[in-house]
């Protein structure tokens, strides 16, 4: 079974700064999605940005960027020029690309503070 | 696209009720996801609809945890005989079937007494 791990339980950052939120999982497959959602105080889920393993290239969303590492299995999240709106808790999420195996499987969240 | 819905929002209930929540997916999703997060963790899968057929269940969804989509539209889940365990919030997520990203609902937050 795979399994998605976030060693860190909270994150702090200054506004406009960087901050970089780890993730690493276990799998067998070779070929699936990794993901990054966030869920503001207000508890709706938000999709940050995605990857597909098979694809060498990092994804890119406007301020947030990815560093995948298939070899290491490691699925990191970079925030730039950090605002307050980006404060939430933060799920890496893995989801196979079989047909069968839709489901996502969440690592334990990451607190993300702001400070002004 | 008015996002996926789910209904209601909060819910308090007396231990041994049976309650039921309500999910609409977004209009052309076909496929629908129920998950189920405690404080402070990630939401955990219960189960999944590929229009209205029931694909795949977890271990977590015991036999007291009914789910349908009858219509391959909205679903409910029902808990019969609630536990002070099942305290938690209830999410539900669509996607389209050819895509490959879920889209999350507010959740239902169930409180059992």
């Not at chain 2, 271990?59 to 945890?65: E, K």
């Not at chain 2, 679903?75 to 536990?83: A, G, P, V």
């Amino acid at each position: 079974a795979q399994t998605v791990t976030q060693s860190q339980p909270e994150m702090s950052v200054q506004e406009a700064e960087t901050v970089t939120l780890s993730c690493t999982y276990d799998t067998s497959e070779s070929d699936y999605y990794l993901f990054w959602y966030k869920q503001p105080p207000s508890r709706q889920m938000i999709l940050v940005i995605r990857q597909e393993a098979y694809k060498q290239q990092n994804a890119t969303e406007n301020r947030f960027s990815v560093n995948f590492q298939k070899a290491a299995k490691s699925f990191s999240l970079k925030i730039s020029d950090s605002q307050l709106g980006d404060a939430a808790m933060y799920f890496c999420a893995y989801r196979s690309s079989r047909a069968s195996g839709s489901r996502l499987t969440f690592g334990e969240g990451t607190q993300l503070t702001v400070n002004p | 696209d008015t996002g996926v819905s789910q209904n209601p929002r909060h819910k308090i209930t007396k231990r041994g009720q049976n309650v039921t929540f309500r999910c609409d997916p977004i209009s052309e999703h076909n496929r629908l996801y129920w998950y189920r997060q405690t404080l402070g963790q990630g939401p955990e899968f219960l189960t999944y609809f590929q229009n209205e057929a029931q694909l795949e269940k977890s271990r977590l969804l015991s036999d007291r945890f009914s789910a349908e989509r009858p219509k391959g539209s909205f679903s409910t889940l029902e808990i019969q005989r609630t536990e002070q365990g099942d305290s938690a919030m209830y999410l539900c997520a669509s996607r389209a079937g050819s895509a490959d990203t879920q889209y999350f609902g507010p959740g239902t937050r169930l409180t059992v007494l």
